[in-house]
C-alpha cells in the first residue's frame, strides 16, 4: 500500500466520525465520538507533515501548494484545540464550531487528494510512496501512543 492510499483511508474515517458527530443524539456520545477523532486526526495531520507536506516543500514548484495545506493543518488543529477546551460538548455552539470544522476538512481533502497527491505522483516513484507509507504508519502510530 502507498502512503496515498494510506492518505485517503484516514480520510474516509475521519469524515465517518465528523459524521457520527454530527448526528449524535447527545453531548456524551459527542464528547466520546470527539476524543477518538481528535486523536485520530492529529496523529494523521503531524505524521502527514513529516512523511509528505515536509519533502514536498522542498520543492519549489510544489511549496506554494504545501504551505497553504500546511496552514490548513494547523487552523485545523486551533479549532480542534477550543472544541476539546469546551467544557460541554454538544451544545449548538460546539456543534456550529464543528460544522465548520467538517467543512473545512472536506474542503482541504478535496484539495490534498486532488493538486497534493498529483504533485507526490509526479515527485515520487511507486517504490518511494510505499516506504514513506510505512513510515507514515510508524510517525502515526508514535502520535496516538503519545496522544
Known amino acids: 500500500m502507498t502512503l496515498l492510499e494510506q492518505l485517503r483511508e484516514d480520510h474516509r474515517e475521519a469524515k465517518d466520525l465528523l459524521a457520527q458527530i454530527e448526528n449524535a443524539e447527545d453531548s456524551k456520545d459527542c464528547g466520546t465520538l470527539f476524543r477518538e477523532f481528535r486523536s485520530k486526526l492529529l496523529a494523521h495531520a503531524h505524521a502527514e507533515q513529516k512523511t509528505l507536506y515536509e519533502p514536498m516543500q522542498r520543492d519549489e514548484e510544489h511549496r506554494d501548494t504545501i504551505l497553504e495545506a500546511t496552514v ?7 479549532l480542534i484545540e477550543q472544541l476539546s477546551r469546551a467544557r460541554a460538548k454538544g451544545t449548538p455552539e460546539w456543534r456550529a464550531k464543528c460544522t465548520v470544522l467538517k467543512e473545512m476538512l472536506e474542503h482541504h481533502i478535496e484539495e490534498e487528494e486532488g493538486e497534493v497527491f498529483q504533485a507526490a505522483r509526479e515527485m515520487f516513484e511507486q517504490e518511494q510512496l510505499e516506504e514513506m507509507a510505512q513510515k507514515f504508519e510508524r510517525l502515526k502510530e508514535r502520535e496516538l501512543k503519545a496522544a
Open 72 to 78: 490548513e493543518h494547523q487552523v485545523a488543529e486551533d
